[in-house]
């Protein structure tokens, strides 16, 4: 508890946890809040700009809140389609409106529009998808990828690490080059080719399952280092030489006794881990070998962005890449508090 | 001769290491459901007879450790195959990694040119606004994917006009005098060089801010102030010296960092590196150009760790006595 207060008195860290909060809220409650579903496509609409919202009206008085739906129409002197709004019909905004498929708890929406009328807060993407919809359900994956590898890499770090420093002599030195082999091929060379030779065809839980798994086999083994490093000097303390005498098993001494003694390391590393991960998937989405189409995330939908006429003519399709970077800062920050917080050494430093 | 014996003895130890890594990535690819040779058989301007070289080459008719061992031998002879395309895996390497450490070796520099006086300066001006300011620079630095900053300078460079969009030469290259041919090629790295050097400045800074409080914090350097030494002496002659050494170390880990956001943004920016190489040999399936490229970064990262490894042993003098 005292932890968190002091987490709280910094003012970077708790304004990265309200994001944090907030954005965790909203791909919680995608179903509700999108105003589309998952599936939704109009291919009339593709790559239409961000609805307009007015609250003023044509004759300068204030409005409930309404927008007009765009039409597609070619311009010959450009030699392009341009959208244009269609100014005749109003479409005002409403609240909690029925959901046509009802895919969450609740049946109903968070906001949308009249019948007819279309609302792409941020636009859509090459097949008509509105992107604020997709940001909110591609979060869903972003933003968890991090914490579920972790899953992978904090148990089999912690116990690679720990056995390789318990047992010490030539178990350790062939676990720890091992190690460190695996640490010395780039890891994001190793990543995109072990992306790569993925079987086609897999379901896409499958294979958001093996990019997590992929994420983790590739981040184990610095961290094993590390907590090798620790528990070479634990291994001396008075405690674990009287638990060696009662007669407690190896196992149980490693389990049970040393590796809790690395838990304020362990919170640390992890908080500042996350972002390496949200960063790698969707690098690796980005390039096509991550999560595919039409499931969304933040890399594969920024895959767009490729294209030279989107980023300059389209530069909704860059949203993404922002919510990517909020969400690593404010992980940093967070990282950062919770490390002065925890790490006696550092807290000295801040003093 | 200590630091003949020591160098000596660090190069050996590569030589597990390189094993090591060559086993596991030659599982992880020949494990995988991908014929090797699928693609080559493919092209139909492959002839029969080079088929033919590679299966004996590979020996892939035979079981998987002994295809290992030919694999091996082979490598370490130079000789690493054919592309998909029918150019030579090793002609492809050298015309690559040449671009990849010119990149890599520009940032490097210029990060420790810059990381090292900003790491000073924020650690020496302590808790100040200019230290708060730094702190926010580097860690929005530290969170921009590089692949997104990489498209946002690339919206730059169209748009102004400034800087040629992507590739490393412009078209008209061979026709250039060789001071035009620097001045063009300094153009190029212009943009990717930007992307990297941000990224890898933030860690670098924070780092060295790190080390400097450290060791400031220490005994000699208090030592060093009250027997009245100017504040430039201490942090100059006293204090920076040993907050660098921690530093060389992070060399190592440093190149290994932008050899994978290289990969990235040498993607973005069109460069003709060996991460981009990588990437497209991954695309093909093209297993030879993946096997040698991935084995290529790898020396290259050991490598750089070999060379952080010796540096520190000639700016630290208690290492020298250890060994």
Redesign the interface.
């Known amino acids: 508890m005292d932890v968190l207060r002091k987490i709280f008195q910094d003012k970077f860290a708790k304004s990265a946890l309200i994001v944090l909060a907030l954005l965790y809220l909203l791909i919680l409650c995608a179903d509700f809040i999108a105003p589309y579903s998952n599936t939704y496509s109009n291919r009339e609409m593709s790559y239409a700009p961000p609805s307009k919202i007015y609250t003023i009206d044509e004759r300068g008085k204030l409005s409930w809140p309404y927008t007009y739906n765009y039409v597609r129409e070619y311009e010959p002197a450009l030699m392009q389609t341009v959208f244009k709004q269609d100014r005749s019909k109003k479409y005002y905004i409403k609240f909690f409106p029925k959901a046509e498929n009802i895919t969450g708890l609740i049946p109903r929406h968070l906001f949308g529009v009249e019948k007819g009328g279309e609302l792409y807060l941020l636009g859509t993407d090459i097949n008509g998808r509105d992107v604020f919809s997709r940001i909110l359900f591609g979060g869903r994956i972003s933003m968890t990828v991090g914490f579920l590898s972790l899953l992978i890499v904090f148990p089999i770090g912690l116990l690679y690490g720990g056995i390789s420093g318990y047992f010490g002599g030539i178990i350790d030195t062939l676990m720890m080059?091992?190690a460190?082999?695996?640490?010395?091929?780039?890891?994001?060379?190793?990543l995109?080719?072990?992306a790569?030779?993925l079987?086609n065809g897999m379901s896409s839980v499958q294979r958001f399952a093996l990019i997590i798994v992929i994420l983790g086999l590739i981040g184990w083994a610095g961290f094993a280092r590390v907590v090798r490093g620790m528990v070479l000097s634990i291994k001396n303390e008075d405690f674990v030489q009287a638990e060696k005498t009662i007669g407690a098993s190896n196992m149980r001494i490693i389990l049970k006794h040393i590796l809790p003694q690395t838990t304020s390391y362990v919170i640390i590393a992890m908080t500042l881990s996350v972002?390496s991960y949200i960063?790698a998937e969707?690098?690796l989405s980005?390039?096509?070998?991550g999560i595919q189409q039409p499931d969304a995330s933040w890399g594969n939908m920024?895959k767009e962005?490729?294209e030279?006429t989107n980023?300059?003519y389209r530069p909704w399709l860059?949203t993404p890449?922002v919510l990517?970077?909020?969400a690593?800062?404010s992980f940093?920050?967070l990282g950062?508090a919770i490390r002065d917080v925890l790490d006696p050494k550092?807290q000295?430093?801040v003093k | 001769m200590e630091f003949l014996k020591y160098t000596a003895k660090r190069v050996l130890q590569v030589i597990?290491?390189l094993i090591?890594?060559s086993l596991?990535?030659f599982f992880?690819?020949r494990l995988?459901?991908?014929d090797p040779l699928a693609e080559l058989r493919l092209n139909p301007s492959i002839s029969q007879e080079t088929l033919d070289k590679e299966m004996k080459r590979l020996n892939l008719d035979k079981p998987i450790y002994i295809q290992y061992f030919s694999w091996a031998k082979s490598f370490i002879k130079g000789d690493l195959g054919y592309t998909t395309a029918g150019e030579k895996v090793s002609t492809k390497l050298k015309e690559r990694i040449p671009n990849t450490l010119l990149l890599t070796m520009v940032v490097i520099f210029m990060t420790w040119a810059a990381g090292v006086p900003i790491g000073i300066l924020s650690a020496v001006k302590k808790e100040t606004s200019l230290d708060r300011l730094l702190t926010v620079i580097s860690?929005?630095g530290?969170?921009?994917?590089?692949?997104?900053f990489a498209?946002?300078m690339?919206?730059f460079a169209?748009?102004t006009g400034w800087f040629p969009?992507g590739g490393l030469t412009s078209y008209n290259f061979n026709e250039m005098g060789f001071f035009e041919k620097i001045a063009d090629i300094s153009k190029h790295l212009v943009l990717p060089v930007i992307v990297l050097f941000t990224i890898s400045l933030s860690g670098l800074q924070r780092q060295m801010r790190?080390n400097m409080?450290?060791v400031l914090?220490s005994d000699y350097v208090k030592f060093a102030r009250a027997k009245g030494l100017s504040e430039g002496k201490v942090i100059f002659k006293h204090a920076l010296r040993n907050a660098v050494n921690p530093m060389i170390t992070l060399l190592g880990f440093e190149f290994?960092g932008l050899?994978?956001?290289a990969?990235?943004t040498e993607?973005?920016f069109q460069y003709p590196g060996l991460?981009r190489l990588?990437?497209e040999a991954?695309?093909k399936?093209d297993i030879n150009l993946?096997m040698a490229?991935?084995m290529m970064?790898?020396i290259m990262?050991?490598a750089g760790?070999l060379i952080a490894d010796i540096l520190l042993m000639i700016t630290d003098p208690r290492l020298r006595g250890r060994s």
């Not at chain 1, 460190?180 to 190793?190: G, K, Q």
């Not at chain 1, 980005?286 to 070998?289: A, I, M, Q, Y």
């Not at chain 2, 530290?142 to 997104?148: G, K, L, T, V």
């Open positions: 080059r091992f460190e082999a695996v640490m010395a091929i780039p890891s994001f060379y190793l995109i080719i072990l790569a030779i079987p972002p960063l969707s690098g980005f390039l096509g070998l920024l962005a490729q030279f980023i300059l860059l890449g990517i970077f909020i690593v800062l940093n920050l950062d550092s000295k430093r | 597990p290491l090591i890594v596991i990535s992880i690819i995988s459901p991908i860690s929005i530290m969170a921009i994917p590089s692949f997104f498209i946002l690339l919206i169209v748009k969009v790190a409080l450290e914090d290994a050899l994978s956001g990969a990235l993607y973005v991460g990588i990437l991954v695309m399936s993946v490229s991935l970064g790898t990262l050991i760790n």
